[in-house]
């Protein structure tokens, strides 16, 4: 009775933990998105000769945590905007503006970092490079994208860390009950002359299987469950169907049932240690 | 066999449960311990069992100093010593069998052990007959049978019975105190702590009296001293 009651709160913690750590995989899959599309666009002094773009291309390149370093030539940058904000009318303009590019001087490099919290580091360094005009930089997206990143991984840490000492309190309470209902037996074991290991042993698998059965469970259950539940949110709210492209479910519990396993048990190990320490010397 | 040097026992500060005993028993004998209620004769046992710790002064039991003996190795020293209580202490949701099997489980004997052992010593305590039964199937002084085949099924030096004819009538308490002569004969060194004065008187054997956690008598062939 107390080993089901031990299994359900168990499986409750560890359902809340697969949850939450599927969340967590599919936010951070979606800050790394975000990341990977903010980047910093350099300029250059006006008539600056090619060499001189190329050196300050190379100097952007070499630094470590620069993730891709991409030329837009003037006339690419003329093509983009056209294209941007004028989309099929553009034609028309082509006329007009023939032989006359309005963005002559608008020829940049546009660097993306790996992390997006080395981006500031990153423009204080290009701005003391020689050429440099100009830097146009998303600092707001960075700085928020940051942010929610760091919260995300402080709160999953507390709350992984609450769930754990809450299981481990379980299954040692279990565990405890468990001794007390085979007191007599137990004190028999003893004075006949069985080992330490042959009177726990009983006690340590018994917590280490709540935790195998109490982890199986919701994980069994979250597996089934997470791709219905990404259709269902995508379908009802719509609007996130835009910008949220869920993490594959192989990919995610391809991790997940192994640390929710190795979570259980140990768990059920460290729980059922603790007590039989405490209640179980011979 | 068994060795006391001046060993006390103190719970708590005031006068110690077992004070400055020094004692000898040699293989084989047969030993009453008598005395009142608090005089240290169950302390004594406990002492024995390593299930306390001498104050002060020095346990050796078959050349083992139990002052010294590490943790580890106290289940192994006490797999040599059966222990009979007056409240039997049989787990009451197995049979005779394996009530008796199991002192042999603990310590890991084969099953083709166990097997053999285990009828063998229920004929020796009189219940092979009854190796089916429920603890709760068998009078006080069956249970009590049952209770001496598993401190002997794993043919122990030493058999210590604290107070083993407590919960018995007269005629059961001869049949055990009979049971436990016969063990001794076959060579295990028996000590019994007991209030029983007619049993005393009528097996004539070595008696310890303690009063207030000495020893006050020691006598060969002795008597039950009143207080």
Redesign the interface.
């Known amino acids: 009775m107390f080993s089901l009651a031990s299994i359900a709160t168990m499986a409750a913690c560890i359902f809340l933990f697969g949850l939450f750590f599927s969340l967590v995989w599919n936010f951070t899959s979606i800050v790394k998105g975000a990341e990977e599309g903010v980047g910093v666009t350099v300029f250059f002094e006006a008539d600056i000769e090619q060499a001189k773009i190329d050196e300050i291309g190379d100097a952007i390149k070499a630094r470590p945590e620069v993730k891709e370093v991409k030329f837009v030539s003037a006339d690419e940058a003329w093509d983009e905007f056209k294209s941007d904000y004028f989309g099929n009318k553009a034609e028309g303009l082509e006329e007009g503006f023939k032989d006359d590019n309005p963005l002559a001087n608008s020829a940049s490099y546009e660097v993306y970092v790996n992390n997006i919290e080395d981006q500031a580091g990153l423009v204080s360094y290009i701005e003391t490079l020689d050429g440099v005009r100009d830097i146009s930089k998303s600092d707001v997206a960075a700085k928020t994208l940051s942010t929610v990143n760091t919260l995300i991984g402080y709160v999953a840490v507390a709350i992984i860390l609450i769930l754990l000492v809450v299981s481990i309190f379980l299954i040692s309470n279990t565990v405890s009950i468990a001794i007390s209902v085979r007191k007599?037996?137990i004190?028999?074991?003893?004075?006949?002359?069985?080992?330490?290991l042959?009177v726990r042993g009983p006690f340590i698998l018994e917590g280490v299987i709540i935790g195998i059965i109490g982890a199986a469970i919701p994980l069994g259950g979250l597996f089934f469950v997470y791709e219905k539940a990404c259709t269902y949110i995508l379908t009802k709210f719509s609007v996130l169907a835009s910008f949220i492209n869920p993490v594959p479910r192989g990919q995610i519990f391809e991790i997940l049932i192994p640390v929710g396993l190795v979570l259980g048990v140990g768990i059920g190990l460290v729980g059922s240690i603790i007590t039989v320490r405490k209640h179980l010397r011979? | 066999m068994i060795d006391l040097d001046r060993v006390s026992k103190a719970y708590a500060k005031g006068q110690p449960a077992v004070d400055e005993i020094s004692l000898h028993v040699d293989k084989g004998e047969f030993v009453f311990i008598v005395g009142d209620s608090g005089s240290g004769k169950s302390t004594l046992i406990k002492l024995l069992?390593k299930?306390l710790e001498p104050t002060s002064g020095t346990i050796t039991v078959n050349g083992q100093v139990l002052n010294t003996m590490k943790?580890?190795r106290?289940?192994?020293?006490?797999?040599g010593v059966g222990?009979v209580f007056q409240d039997f202490?049989l787990?009451k949701d197995r049979n005779v069998y394996e009530n008796v099997a199991?002192?042999q489980r603990?310590?890991?004997y084969p099953s083709r052990v166990i097997k053999k052992r285990v009828p063998e010593t229920l004929r020796l305590v009189g219940l092979a007959e009854k190796y089916k039964s429920l603890p709760k199937q068998l009078s006080g002084g069956e249970q009590q049978r049952v209770a001496l085949a598993?401190a002997l099924v794993?043919r122990p030096e030493i058999l210590l019975a604290d107070e083993p004819t407590g919960n018995l009538d007269p005629g059961n308490s001869y049949d055990i105190m009979k049971l436990l002569e016969e063990i001794n004969e076959r060579g295990t060194t028996v000590l019994v702590v007991t209030h029983n004065k007619e049993l005393v008187n009528t097996f004539k054997k070595r008696v310890i009296t303690m009063r207030r956690g000495v020893i006050a008598h020691d006598e060969e062939e002795g008597e039950y001293i009143e207080a």
């Open positions: 007599s037996e004190s028999i074991m003893k004075l006949i002359g069985a080992t330490d042959f011979v | 069992l299930e943790r580890r106290i289940p192994k020293y006490r797999r222990i202490r787990l199991f002192a603990v310590i890991g598993r794993n």
